[in-house]
């Protein structure tokens, strides 16, 4: 009977695992490589706590359902049609993956001259830019995203999401291409700046990964 128990558990959790169809791509860096920006205890728990329900609750969420054959976008193309449970943990995932990109022990990336220059044309400045993508985060009340995206045009814009909406959604006023996404839930910042969240987002800028915001940038474009 124990031996029966036993392959009828695993035969559960084989089943389980076979509907695993997203999964967390490894931190591309060390816990403790944003250090002075990013205090280690906050990425790990952030990583491998709150990333890594997203993902096990959405794959837990779409078993047995048609989105468990479709890519993560077309799941957040028609979030609004889908259950709450599909669309926060989709759009879970989907922002951390792009949250993890976007940030870099490398010191003093830029943007590519393209980008610059879209930057600067759309924004005035660059500062400019930081000031808008700033208050977009602070003002944000309670959790969630402040974003830089490319719209249908090829235009770039700073908007501002609850929760873990995102710009892909069919939910959205704003709609486009993420490039650059601040998480501002407070489980992506509180242990080292308590309140302070406009400290996360004015240091956030030491550690952004302007090398692959560009070549986000470029791949949206190249999509339009």
């Known amino acids: 009977m124990k031996?029966?128990?036993i392959a009828a558990l695993s035969a559960v959790f084989a089943a389980q695992f076979a509907f695993a169809q997203f999964k967390q791509t490894p931190l591309p860096y060390a816990y403790n490589a944003l250090e002075g920006n990013i205090d280690a205890q906050t990425m790990e728990i952030h990583y491998s706590k709150h990333?890594?329900?997203?993902?096990?609750?959405?794959?837990?969420?779409?078993?047995?359902?048609?989105q468990e054959k479709q890519t993560l976008f077309q799941i957040l193309s028609?979030?609004?049609?889908?259950?709450?449970?599909?669309?926060n943990n989709a759009g879970g995932h989907y922002n951390h993956e792009l949250f993890w990109t976007v940030l870099t022990p490398q010191k003093n990336t830029q943007p590519s001259a393209?980008?610059?220059?879209?930057?600067?044309?759309?924004?005035?400045?660059?500062?400019a830019f930081k000031e808008k993508m700033a208050k977009a985060g602070a003002e944000r009340f309670g959790s969630g995203w402040?974003?830089?995206?490319?719209?249908?045009?090829?235009?770039?814009?700073?908007?501002?999401?609850?929760?873990?909406?995102?710009?892909?959604?069919?939910v959205v006023e704003e709609k486009g291409t993420p490039i650059f996404g601040i998480d501002v839930w407070e489980h992506a910042?509180?242990?080292?700046?308590?309140?302070?969240?406009?400290?996360?987002?004015?240091?956030?800028?030491n550690v952004t990964n302007w090398k692959e915001i560009?070549?986000?940038?470029?791949e949206a474009l190249s999509k339009k």
């Open 114 to 127: 393209k980008l610059a220059k879209a930057i600067n044309d759309t924004f005035g400045s660059m500062e």
């Open 3 to 5: 031996i029966f128990k």
């Open 78 to 87: 028609k979030a609004g049609t889908l259950p709450m449970a599909v669309r």
């Open 146 to 170: 402040a974003w830089l995206s490319v719209d249908k045009n090829g235009k770039l814009f700073v908007s501002s999401t609850p929760n873990q909406d995102n710009p892909l959604m069919d």
């Open 189 to 205: 910042y509180y242990l080292k700046y308590q309140n302070k969240r406009a400290d996360y987002l004015t240091a956030i800028w």
């Open 214 to 218: 560009s070549r986000r940038y470029d």
């Open 51 to 66: 990333a890594a329900a997203y993902v096990a609750n959405l794959n837990k969420a779409i078993a047995g359902t048609p």
